[in-house]
C-alpha cells in the first residue's frame, strides 16, 4: 500500500473512508491478508499508486522504479525499498529480489511538474497472461525497460503502448485496466531455486504446492542446461507431509545453467505451466563451482555393474592420491538414501558395493563428492 490520503476519512475520492484498522480487518477477512506493507507515499507523485514505481513480478521479485541519485522521488523510493527489505522476508522466508528499470524524464525534465498528474513511468505496465503492455514515451530510456522485462521474464511477449497522451490524465496501461481473475483457477506456487543456495545434491530439490478444485492428476518437472536441446521430464510426486509435490533435478555439470519450469494437469482435464510462457518461459539457476580440479589428484568412477541392478552392486572408484570425499546414493526426489562410503579415500582402484536389494525400484543417482570434484552416475534397480 502506498499513501495515507486515499485510505483516510473524507479523502477526495468519498467512496472508502477507512481507518488503517479497518483496511487491515478488509485485507484479512477478504484475502487472508495478515501481513500488509504499507510505505510512505512519494512528494511528486500524485496520484499515490504503488504501482507507479513498484511491481510485483512474482512472489518474491520486486520491479522497483529507479531515478537518478537525489533526483525527484528516488530519495523516498530507496527509503521504502530499504524499510520493505530490512523488515520483511518474501512468503517463502527468503529476501525479496530487487529488480531495477529506469523512471524516465518528460521533455527532459523529473517531477514535480506543474501538471502534477504527469508522472511517467516504466513501472506501471500490465501482465496480460503471456503478454506485457509496457508504458513507452518515445523515450531514450524505452528500449531499456523493454529489455529489462524481457530479461526477468522471459518468455512473455513485450508490446509497447504510447503513453505520452495518456499519462497527462493520472497513470498508464495498469492504471487504466482492472485484471479480471480466472474464472477456474489452477494455482501453482514455488519457491525458485536460487545459484546462492546450490551447494549439495539435496538442494536440487523442487517444491510446489498444486491445487484446484477438482484435485490434480499430475504435475511434471521439465529441465535442460541446453535451451536449443531437449527437455527432460521427471514426475514430482505428491509429499502428504509438506502437502507439496516434490521433484529432484539430477546434479549437473559445475557451473552449468540449469533451466526448468513444471506444468500441471487438474482432474477435469485443465492444464497450466509455470512460468506460464514455458518452456520458451522458465526458471534458471547455475550449478554450484567446483575448485579446479589438481591434475595430481583426479577421481573416477567407472562404469557401475550391473546396472540395472537387483542385488550386489559394484561402484568402481579410482584415485591419483588418497583424497577425502563422499560416495552416496540418492532417489529421484533427492532424498539421501545411504552413504556408501565417507571419509578417505586411497589411491588407486577400488570397488564400493551398494546392495540394490534393498531399495525399492526405480531410477536413483550415485554422487561422488571431494573439495575438486563432483561426480554422478546414473544407477536403476530392477523389481
Not at 506460464?276 to 539457476?285: D, H, I, L, N, T
Not at 588407486?348 to 561422488?368: C, T
Amino acid at each position: 500500500m502506498d499513501g495515507e490520503n486515499e485510505s483516510a476519512p473524507n479523502d477526495i475520492f468519498g467512496t472508502t473512508n477507512h481507518t488503517e484498522t479497518t483496511i487491515d480487518e478488509v485485507m484479512l477477512r477478504y484475502m487472508s491478508i495478515d501481513r500488509y506493507i504499507k510505505m510512505k507515499e512519494l512528494p511528486y507523485d500524485g496520484i499515490h499508486h504503488i504501482d507507479m514505481h513498484m511491481k510485483l513480478l512474482d512472489e518474491e521479485t520486486l520491479l522497483v522504479g529507479k531515478y537518478p541519485t537525489g533526483v525527484s522521488d528516488g530519495p523516498q523510493i530507496e527509503a521504502n525499498i530499504q524499510y520493505v527489505l530490512d523488515s520483511y522476508k518474501t512468503s517463502f522466508g527468503r529476501d525479496f529480489k530487487v529488480i531495477r528499470i529506469p523512471m524516465p524524464s518528460f521533455n527532459n525534465n523529473f517531477p514535480p511538474y506543474a501538471n502534477e498528474a504527469l508522472y511517467p513511468t516504466y513501472a506501471n505496465a500490465l501482465l496480460v497472461n503471456k503478454t506485457i503492455l509496457l508504458p513507452q514515451y518515445n523515450h531514450p530510456d524505452d528500449l531499456a525497460a523493454q529489455d529489462t522485462f524481457k530479461k526477468y521474464m522471459p518468455g512473455y511477449q513485450v508490446v509497447g503502448i504510447n503513453c505520452n497522451d495518456m499519462i497527462g490524465a493520472g497513470g498508464a496501461i495498469h492504471c487504466i485496466t482492472k485484471e479480471i481473475g480466472v474464472l477456474d483457477p489452477l494455482r501453482i506456487v514455488h519457491a525458485a531455486i536460487r545459484t546462492a543456495d546450490v551447494d549439495k545434491p539435496e538442494d536440487w530439490q523442487v517444491r510446489a504446492t498444486v491445487q484446484h478444485r477438482s484435485g490434480i492428476a499430475q504435475v511434471e518437472l521439465f529441465y535442460t542446461t541446453d535451451l536449443n536441446g531437449a527437455w527432460t521430464m521427471i514426475p514430482m510426486l505428491y509429499d502428504p507431509t509438506i502437502e507439496q509435490y516434490v521433484a529432484a533435478i539430477p546434479p549437473q555439470s559445475p557451473q552449468s545453467t540449469v533451466y526448468y519450469y513444471m506444468n500441471a494437469t487438474a482432474n477435469n482435464g485443465k492444464n497450466i505451466s509455470r512460468p506460464m510462457p514455458a518452456p520458451e518461459g522458465y526458471w534458471s539457476f547455475r550449478s554450484f563451482q567446483i575448485s579446479s580440479v589438481s591434475t595430481a589428484n583426479v577421481a573416477q568412477m567407472a562404469p557401475i555393474y550391473p546396472n540395472p541392478a537387483r542385488a550386489i552392486t559394484v561402484v568402481p572408484v579410482q584415485f591419483d592420491q588418497a583424497a577425502k570425499g563422499s560416495l552416496r546414493l540418492y532417489n529421484t526426489l533427492g532424498q539421501l538414501q545411504t552413504t556408501v562410503f565417507e571419509g578417505e579415500f586411497p589411491a588407486g582402484s577400488k570397488n564400493y558395493f551398494i546392495q540394490a536389494d534393498r531399495f525399492p525400484a526405480g531410477h536413483y543417482l550415485v554422487v561422488l563428492q571431494t573439495a575438486q570434484q563432483f561426480i554422478t552416475q546414473q544407477l536403476v534397480i530392477g523389481e
